[in-house]
């Protein structure tokens, strides 16, 4: 088998939101390079269509592939949750797909009521209530898609007033019914934590997957040997240097402006080559 413990780890979203599973990364997976596509040209994928998601989640994955990617990171929950079983039947390369922390949350709660911000696709999906059916037993689980936040987010919008504003729309309705943990189901609302611990208060509990896609990232890493250098550990992020990557099909200004917002680092983004925007059926 090819030694691949050099190769970079691919990661990819639809736009910005991914970047918040590439810090936990950067700080779980020091050692390792990563290869980071934004399809900025393509977002949001929330509000398309599954066979549009997959044939995009492809795309993205070829991308990362002729880049020399060891392992996929799908750090969306979008394509994750309508693209995952695709991407695995169409490539031999492992995928780690992000999952809401459902199962945390059910343990977590103590009024039985746990809400979810997602997507449009996320929160109707068939993925999700399977999720909630296996781990949310005897907990009501309330989901909303709030695409607008998705847009912002990709603005650069990640705080302030407008943010606040925009989340508490989507956030009140779940709040009256008696919340008490709010899962954020999708990559790009970690980037907006403040603002949501801000609107929901500090009895409300927010929680993401961000760091448990990291780890378990390492393990799939780990089972086949392919972890880079002494497979360390590190207590913050490390910096973004030459031997990382990051891609965008969209306007690459404006990406790295929002990146560096969200890595809180200066960082040098490339445009990925046209993708073929996919045709609807
Ligand atoms: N960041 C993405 C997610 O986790 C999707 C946003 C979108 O493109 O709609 O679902």
């Known amino acids: 088998m090819a030694d691949l413990r050099n190769a970079p780890i691919g990661v990819f979203d639809s736009g910005v939101g991914g970047l918040t599973i590439l810090n936990e990364m950067l700080r779980e997976l020091p050692d390792e390079r990563f290869v980071y596509y934004g399809d900025t040209g393509n977002c949001p994928y929330g509000v398309r269509p599954t066979s ?37 039947e169409t490539f031999t390369v492992p995928f780690v797909g992000v999952v809401p922390a459902i199962k945390p949350a059910a343990t977590l709660t103590h009024s039985g009521h746990v809400g979810i911000a997602a997507t449009e696709a996320s929160a109707h999906g068939d993925y999700l209530r399977q999720l909630i059916a296996d781990h ?3 907990v009501t689980v309330h989901a909303v898609g709030c695409p607008q936040l998705v847009l912002l987010a990709e603005k650069g919008v990640l705080g302030g007033p407008e943010a606040e504003t925009a989340i508490r729309d989507y956030v009140d309705p779940m709040l009256a019914l008696g919340i008490d943990v709010l899962v954020l189901g999708c990559t790009h609302f970690p ?16 929680i993401d997957s ?37 891609w965008c099909s ?32």
Not at 54 to 83: D, H, M, P, Y
Not at 191 to 206: P, Q, W
Not at 211 to 220: E, K, L, P, S, Y
């Open 250 to 281: 969209g306007d690459i200004h404006q990406f790295a402006r929002v990146a560096e917002a969200i890595l809180g680092m200066s960082v040098e983004v490339r445009g990925a080559p046209e993708m073929v925007s996919p045709t609807r059926a």
């Open 210 to 246: 961000g760091a448990a896609i990291a780890r378990q990232t390492r393990r799939v890493l780990a089972e086949r040997g392919w972890l880079s250098g002494e497979g360390n550990v590190a207590s913050e992020p490390r910096a973004i240097t030459t031997a990382d990557s990051l």
């Open 52 to 88: 549009e998601i997959q044939e995009l989640s492809r795309n993205a994955a070829r991308f990362l592939l002729e880049r020399g990617a060891k392992v996929i990171v799908v750090a969306c929950n979008t394509a994750s949750v309508s693209a995952l079983a695709n991407l695995r």
């Open 136 to 138: 949310a037993n005897g």
């Open 191 to 206: 980037a907006m934590r403040d603002a949501f611990v801000r609107v929901v208060g500090s009895e409300v509990a927010v």
